[in-house]
């Protein structure tokens, strides 16, 4: 399965739940340097133990919740395709 696969369904997901589509928003301060901020609500991939899963972020420091823990790529794509599935249930979109 491609990389691309699952990137593509979590960016469907920010869409979908109205998440910021981009993870961190920078800001130039007065002196030149730049200070980051997380876009609270972004859905991503977390990657660590030669694996993924789904995390969404939590706060504007960059902390993080994730959904269902580690797995495949396969196992994490099935978690998100249910999700956008449970989304447009919800929304009255899909029979």
């Known amino acids: 399965m491609k990389r691309t696969t699952l990137d593509a369904a979590v960016q469907r997901l920010n869409i979908l739940t109205h998440s910021p589509v981009t993870p961190w928003t ?3 301060l007065p002196d030149g340097s730049t200070r980051f901020t997380s876009n609270v609500g972004h859905w991503h991939l977390d990657f660590a133990y030669g694996q993924q899963q789904l995390a969404r972020m ?3 420091a960059g902390g993080v919740e994730t959904f269902g823990g580690f797995g495949t790529k ?3 794509l099935a978690r998100v395709l249910a999700m956008i599935d449970g989304f447009r249930l919800a929304e009255g ?3």
């Open 58 to 60: 939590h706060n504007t």
């Open 26 to 28: 920078s800001q130039e």
């Open 93 to 95: 979109v899909a029979q």
């Open 74 to 76: 396969r196992d994490i």
